[in-house]
Antibody, heavy 121, light 108 residues
């Protein structure tokens, strides 16, 4: 079955960096576009970044553009999110999610359990 | 950016009754609208896409309707496992893919 397992979260000081990883299994990882989304404590969902199935295209939300980088290693079935210049407002549970392929892009059919990132001094 | 607005923010319903959740887009998204369910401490789960197509394994008591700017998620005969937060999300104009703020369905 499809599994997405995030790791790499933790407590980090403002201005520092963190790299999240998402290990995928149960499907052909290299055939799917992948997303990162986040959810601040007690808040709703926010899309963060997308990477195409082959890594050739990336898109970012305005709130993270220029600070976060999404990447993937299809040989390792792993998705990454490099987060630089972290701010308090980046505090959230970060989820990786798979694109469903039922439409051009944008339906998130499987989600990981999330990893909590806390930005605090 | 398309803004998604859900109403009500909170909905109290008795088990066995029907819940009707609304989602409005700031401009037309055609039928490019998905619904997700999220229970406390869990990841979101895809319920519906194409405004009215149930995702794999979603029971028939969940139904979706609408097109353009106004959408509805109906949950018939509410069961205990249906009490959760529900989010709508558009994928017509991207990036960004945008979510509503959620509707919490609570036990009355």
């Amino acid at each position: 079955q499809v599994q997405l397992v995030e790791s790499g979260g933790g407590v980090v000081q403002p201005g520092r960096s963190l790299r999240l990883a998402c290990a995928a299994s149960g499907f052909t990882f290299g055939g799917y576009s992948m997303y990162w989304a986040r959810q601040a404590p007690g808040k709703g969902l926010e899309w963060v970044a997308l990477i195409s199935y082959d890594g050739s295209n990336q898109y970012y939300g305005d709130s993270v553009k220029g600070r976060f980088t999404i990447s993937r290693d299809n040989s390792k079935s792993t998705l990454y999110l490099q987060m630089n210049s972290l701010r308090a407002e980046d505090t959230a549970v970060y989820y990786c999610a798979r694109d469903s392929l039922v439409v051009s892009l944008g339906v998130f059919d499987y989600w990981g359990q999330g990893t909590l990132v806390t930005v605090s001094s | 950016e398309i803004v998604m607005t859900q109403s009500p923010a909170n909905l109290s319903v008795s088990p066995g009754e029907t819940a009707t959740l609304s989602c409005r887009a700031s401009q037309s998204v055609n039928d490019n609208l998905a619904w997700y369910q999220q229970k406390p401490g869990q990841a979101p789960r895809l319920l519906m896409y194409g405004a009215s197509t149930r995702a794999t394994g979603i029971p028939a008591r969940f139904s979706g309707s609408g097109s353009g700017t106004d959408f509805t998620l109906t949950i018939s005969s509410l069961q205990s496992e249906d009490f959760a937060v529900y989010y709508c999300q558009q994928y017509n104009n991207w990036p960004p893919w945008t979510f509503g703020q959620g509707t919490k369905v609570e036990i009355k």
